[in-house]
């Protein structure tokens, strides 16, 4: 059978019916299949347990809303939020809860972009709240290609390739027992590992650009799920 991958999804509001309504892009799902997995919808935060139990991997997509400050140690800011980067303590609660229940469990983790921050952030990491106001750097405009260590899972991007990475948050401090496998050109990380569980992230969109490099990201969540080498 086919591995079982659930996906964190995005939440809003339908003003037609006036009512929440769940947001996933068809890219995650498209190359979830492509990958050989079956996609499935996480829904309600009190069935991350049985979501684990249920699922083989855990998708954490990315997504416009800021991680809240709170998370990790911070106090908000006002230059946090607003119509831009508006903060969904729902959707961190759910990513959160579903990202320790797979963690406990064992079972393969793949983040995307706030996915990566997640996944930083649950280990006891911290972020930058806005790179332009606190570093300078601007990663919210133009793509760019990454710095990769050999032999990591993304070397192949070592080479030159765009990659498409649009954030104002990004990584500060590295959380414990992981380690950053590439960085940007100007030095923040894009991608990092678990030392020994079966998780991995990139701040950049392969759901995207699609390119070979990138289906091979989604490839590996299918085989670790069905207990292939990291």
Known sequence: MKPVILIAPDDGFNPMFQAPHTIISSNYTKCVLEAGGIPVVAFDVNCAAEY???????????????????????????????????????????????????????????????????????QGGSLYMDLPEETGQDHEKENHTVVAEPDSFVCAYGTGEQVVSRHHQGMKSLGRDLKIC???????????????LPVYAVQWHPEQSQTQADKKLFERLITLCKGGDR
Request: hydrophobic content about 40%.
């Open 52 to 122: 684990a139990a249920m699922a083989d991997g855990l998708l954490l997509t990315g997504g416009m809303s800021d991680i809240h400050a709170g998370n990790y140690g911070q106090i908000y800011k006002d230059r946090m939020g607003g119509p831009n980067h508006p903060l969904n303590e729902l959707r961190d609660d759910m990513d959160f809860t579903l990202l320790r229940a797979f963690m406990a469990a064992g079972k393969p983790v793949f983040g995307i972009g706030r996915g990566l921050q997640v996944v930083n952030i649950v």
């Open 182 to 196: 590439a960085k940007s050109p100007d030095g923040l990380p894009e991608a990092i590992e678990h030392t020994s």
